[in-house]
């Protein structure tokens, strides 16, 4: 049986992983913004729940050895969606501003120039 202290370390590392994993959903998200085409978006997506596994068990290797355990399954899925609807609505907050600020000086530039 594992200590406290231990399982404290499991609990610390599955939330960074979800922090991991809802900082790549936004990156994700933002390379959608350029394509049109649902294919793409479906290539994306399946890209990104190849990384997200890959993120998760990857952690789950590191601390536990490669042993599933519901509650850090659940601990990662918990911080990735409090990311999302905390940090990450700043982080697109963000993001999209800053595309609105570039596609407005684009939008300038190309009428003073006609």
Partial sequence: MESTLSQAAEFLAALY????????FDIFAL????????W??????????VAAGVI?????????GGEMRAWLLLVIAASSLFYRFTAGAL???IIKKIF????KKK???QSSEN
């Fill in 17 to 24: 992983s979800g922090l991991c994993i809802g900082i790549v």
């Fill in 100 to 103: 609105k600020k570039h596609i």
């Fill in 31 to 38: 390379l959608h913004i350029p394509f049109k085409n649902t």
């Fill in 56 to 64: 998760a068990g990857f952690t789950l290797l590191i601390i536990n």
């Fill in 91 to 93: 982080f697109r907050y």
């Fill in 40 to 49: 793409i978006h479906s290539i994306l997506d399946a890209v990104f729940y």
């Fill in 107 to 109: 939008e300038l530039s």
